[in-house]
């Protein structure tokens, strides 16, 4: 049996590019699967919707059936392999947070380590940078910051749940090679 | 059958003012029930006390089964109509932070959103001021802080343990109209 | 039936020094039992383990039920005297920080109260520092900083759990005794 590691950070704190640099330089085996992928293809296959944007308009219960059949379906998938699921813990959505990983997927994925790669709210907020007004700086770091605080405060809740080592991983910029050293360092733990 | 939202803040943040102006401006139909009311109600209906005072005299186990109750009872009354509870995520008291939404009532209220309203700590301070010393300001402006930060930590495992979104509003000094059409606009969702 | 209090706080806080001089001045009996300590006298009854070092061997399943055994085991201690058990929230490690109170261990010992002894983190670090090269200060303080952060994130989530109290207790450098005396304070209530 391999263990599930869930890698999580917010969009710009360079989860991909960390992910994909470990991948190339460790010696181990991870299968890697992005949780949300996992969700559409399920849905799919049970023709819940045809495509991605679908999802949202799922009900509720439809919904949270659908996050366990994923956690289950990818926790089968660590019995041959060492896996490392790709999600949030938090979304962020106009209504508020949504959690990425609620009491029932945590409990169907049984995570060994719940890894968090964070940055400076600052720093994310130039990566994200989208135009040059920067109008509202002060008020969106302020944001990421409480984002990010969330995201923390909810993969501990799963670390309890769970019993998962939580983790947390700097990622600077111009240092995502040692980020990537740092993340192998905890796949190997 | 309706939504249940849950409404959190520290005294001082300004709740009842917002609620009160976002119930006035929405065209939507929400039932406001303040939670402690409640469990008073039910515990006079069963007899086990005749004043609010009287619940804290209550053992762990009736207490516990009363706020089960009370969830439950709420959560009748959102067949027909949207709900929103007001309550505390945690409760400030000489032992520490009672949680006001432990996981059974959280469980029984089966919230769709957890809606935290917020302020900077020395705002609440000022806020709540009762006499004009202010020998102590640094320090309680601390206590805020940290009470504030407990109990957005027990809204987030509460969003985790059920999948409810938790959303942070924030309202600053003479602003209270910004927060209520915040307030409307996440229950919209 | 006694009371199941819970005492936590990084190493370098002063938990032993406070804990120690709050049973010299209190009036009432507590029965103060280490957690990790029962749980190597449990393996060793049932022949798991020769030593504490072999703890760190066990295969997670093992572990965990090692884990009730020992909060099961304490809460049946409970039944004559009060009890303060002595264990982390959150323990570092090379691979994150693991949970000292899964939801498992929470849910056996059914807390009243869990009692967070804090410092600042500068404070933790000049108490814990072992040479006196100081080239990583900045970035050690930041990390006691952020392991503090979690545990307190933890315990919140136990509250949560539980319905146990979170109570956050000060020792600044030089006043263990008020720390004693507000430790007193809120076993009393």
Same mark, same amino acid.
């Given at each position: 049996?391999?263990?599930?590691?869930?890698?999580?950070?917010?969009?710009?704190?360079? @989860?991909?590019?960390?992910?994909?640099?470990?991948?190339?330089?460790?010696?181990?085996?991870?299968?890697?699967?992005?949780?949300?992928?996992?969700?559409?293809?399920?849905?799919?296959?049970?023709?819940?919707?045809?495509?991605?944007?679908?999802?949202?308009?799922?009900?509720?219960?439809?919904?949270?059936?659908?996050? @366990?059949?994923?956690?289950?379906?990818?926790?089968?998938?660590?019995?041959?392999?060492?896996?490392?699921?790709?999600?949030?813990?938090?979304?962020?959505?106009?209504?508020?947070?949504?959690?990425?990983?609620?009491?029932?997927?945590?409990?169907?994925?049984?995570?060994?380590?719940?890894?968090?790669?964070?940055?400076?709210? @600052?720093?994310?907020?130039?990566?994200?940078?989208?135009?040059?007004?920067?109008?509202?700086?002060?008020?969106?770091?302020?944001?990421?910051?409480?984002?990010?605080?969330?995201?923390?405060?909810?993969?501990?809740?799963?670390?309890?749940?769970?019993?998962?080592?939580?983790?947390?991983?700097?990622?600077?910029?111009?240092?995502?090679?040692?980020?990537?050293?740092?993340?192998?360092?905890?796949?190997?733990?």
């Amino acid at each position: 049996m391999g263990e599930v590691n869930i890698i999580i950070g917010l969009s710009g704190v360079g @989860k991909g590019t960390v992910l994909e640099q470990a991948m190339l330089i460790t010696d181990e085996d991870y299968k890697v699967i992005n949780y949300g992928d996992r969700m559409v293809e399920i849905a799919k296959d049970q023709r819940l919707v045809d495509s991605r944007d679908d999802l949202k308009k799922l009900d509720t219960e439809t919904n949270k059936q659908l996050q @366990k059949d994923a956690a289950e379906s990818i926790f089968d998938d660590a019995e041959d392999n060492d896996v490392i699921v790709e999600t949030h813990a938090a979304i962020q959505t106009p209504f508020g947070y949504l959690p990425g990983l609620p009491k029932w997927t945590l409990e169907n994925l049984e995570p060994s380590k719940i890894i968090m790669l964070r940055a400076e709210p @600052k720093a994310i907020y130039e990566r994200t940078l989208e135009d040059d007004s920067r109008d509202r700086e002060h008020e969106e770091v302020e944001q990421i910051e409480e984002y990010q605080e969330v995201a923390r405060e909810m993969a501990s809740t799963g670390a309890v749940l769970t019993g998962a080592y939580l983790s947390v991983i700097e990622n600077p910029d111009g240092h995502a090679e040692q980020a990537a050293e740092d993340l192998i360092e905890v796949l190997r733990g």
